[in-house]
């Protein structure tokens, strides 16, 4: 009897023991990108950080465990204190965390709209106390960020930094190198993504770009970033003209100049219901007597 009760419990240890082994440990890595520009990387998220002299200007803090970590990076490898701490947008996926990353006297900065939204969903993460709505300049000695909002895009208040003189541009979510966007784009402003990387491409030539996910890059990379997004979009609201139904729409666009893309044949179906979707609830393709559709 008491046999079978340990044979019981060893089993149960066992199996305890391969779901303990199974759950995936966060890595963390730090990289030098240019000059005094780094990227911190937990997992499959990154945000990116500036060293001036014996002083920080960190981004998202992405969440506690994360921004534990990259504090004591940063004070064991540069003795800087955070001087600032930049919320690229509202998302809780990349602002959670605050409390652990900020010092006593870190000025906490986003976009009007991100604060606003951290502050009306009670987000439990350091609420900014500097804000902007159009683009706000953050100078630390001989370097300088500039922080700019080209409309919705993804999430509330989502800028660009562009870290200078290094001239590294960092962007979350709204332009992703070397993978599809997230799966079916929840919290997307499609038309927003397309005027938003436009401007981006619009502005001076950056050096490198740093993403929130994904690959690094530079400018001929997110001008494909650009083509596969005009592209979707466009085969999903002319096949939606057409008076398609999603399921076509998913069996018969293929995009297949886009096949080297991380994440291609899992996710394009999810692109292109993410595009569907975002053209009814905020297009109101639905309402539209000119087309001939169920939707
Ligand atoms: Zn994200």
Redesign the pocket.
């Known amino acids: 009897m008491f046999a079978r009760l340990h044979l019981v419990l060893f089993s149960l240890l066992m199996l305890l023991g391969q779901y303990t082994f199974a759950v995936e440990q966060t890595s963390y890595k730090v990289e030098n990108i240019k000059d005094n520009i780094y990227r911190f990387s937990a997992g499959h998220?990154h945000s990116a950080f500036m060293i001036v002299d014996k002083v920080a200007l960190v981004t998202d803090p992405l969440n506690s465990d994360a921004a534990k970590y990259l504090k004591s990076y940063i004070k064991k490898t540069f003795n800087a204190d955070i001087k600032y701490m930049v919320y690229s947008h509202s998302?809780v996926?990349?602002a959670m965390g605050g409390n652990e990353l900020i010092d006593k006297n870190t000025t906490v900065v986003s976009h009007k709209f991100a604060a606003d939204d951290l502050r009306l969903n009670k987000v439990p993460t350091a609420l900014p106390d500097l804000t902007f709505t159009d683009t706000l300049k953050i100078e630390l000695g001989d370097s300088y960020v500039l922080l700019n909002y080209y409309g919705p895009n993804n999430g509330r208040g989502n800028v660009s930094m562009r870290f200078m003189p290094a001239n590294v541009l960092y962007v979350?979510?709204w332009i992703v190198l070397g993978r599809m966007p997230?799966k079916n784009l929840i919290g997307y402003d499609i038309n927003g993504m397309l005027s938003s990387t436009k401007a981006i491409l619009n502005e001076p030539p950056f050096a490198v770009f740093i993403g929130?996910?994904a690959d690094t890059g530079n400018r001929d990379d997110v001008v494909s970033y650009l083509h596969y997004i005009e592209d979707l979009h466009a085969a999903v609201r002319d096949g939606m003209l057409a008076g398609k139904k999603l399921s076509t729409l998913q069996k018969e666009i293929t995009l297949e100049k886009y096949s080297h893309l991380k994440m291609y044949q899992q996710w394009l179906p999810l692109n292109i219901e993410g595009v569907y979707n975002n053209l009814v609830e905020m297009g109101y393709f639905n309402f539209r007597s000119d087309i001939d559709a169920q939707f």
């Open positions: 998220y998302h996926d990349h979350v979510d997230y929130g996910h």
